[in-house]
């Protein structure tokens, strides 16, 4: 591929074969764990796990301080990052809001 104002039929099968050399095969090997869309197998179980407990952890129509939350689930040794990878998939599919500047989770559905 070169620097051109323009792109001609090589360079668009050249940009092709890079894609499916790098980006299919790496998707396809699973290599792209971790990268943004991706998650393997072992991620989602555990984000299940905690989606599940933490429907449980608190009724619909209750609140919850979220830093108790987080605290609970770190002693249970799960990952920061998953713990609130939750919450926000949770808050984007309208079961949970925050409430009190965000200190607090209030259970919708």
Request: charged share 35%; with cysteine.
């Given at each position: 591929?070169?620097?051109?104002?323009?792109?001609?039929?090589?360079?668009?099968?050249?940009?092709?074969?890079?894609?499916?050399?790098?980006?299919?095969?790496?998707?396809?090997?699973?290599?792209?764990?971790?990268?943004?869309?991706?998650?393997t197998?072992?991620?989602?179980?555990e984000?299940?796990?905690?989606?599940?407990?933490?429907?449980?952890?608190?009724?619909?129509?209750?609140?919850?301080?979220?830093?108790?939350?987080?605290?609970?689930?770190?002693?249970?040794?799960?990952?920061?990052?998953s713990?609130?990878?939750?919450?926000?998939?949770?808050?984007?599919?309208g079961?949970?809001?925050?409430?009190?500047?965000?200190?607090?989770?209030?259970?919708?559905?």
């Amino acid at each position: 591929m070169r620097l051109k104002p323009f792109a001609n039929e090589t360079d668009i099968d050249e940009a092709l074969r890079l894609f499916q050399v790098s980006t299919l095969d790496a998707a396809r090997t699973g290599n792209l764990a971790g990268a943004e869309g991706f998650t393997t197998q072992e991620d989602r179980e555990e984000l299940n796990r905690i989606e599940k407990q933490l429907k449980r952890r608190f009724a619909i129509g209750s609140q919850v301080s979220e830093h108790c939350i987080i605290q609970d689930f770190l002693r249970q040794k799960y990952p920061e990052r998953s713990i609130y990878k939750v919450i926000h998939l949770m808050m984007r599919r309208g079961e949970i809001q925050y409430r009190m500047q965000r200190k607090m989770l209030y259970r919708i559905k």
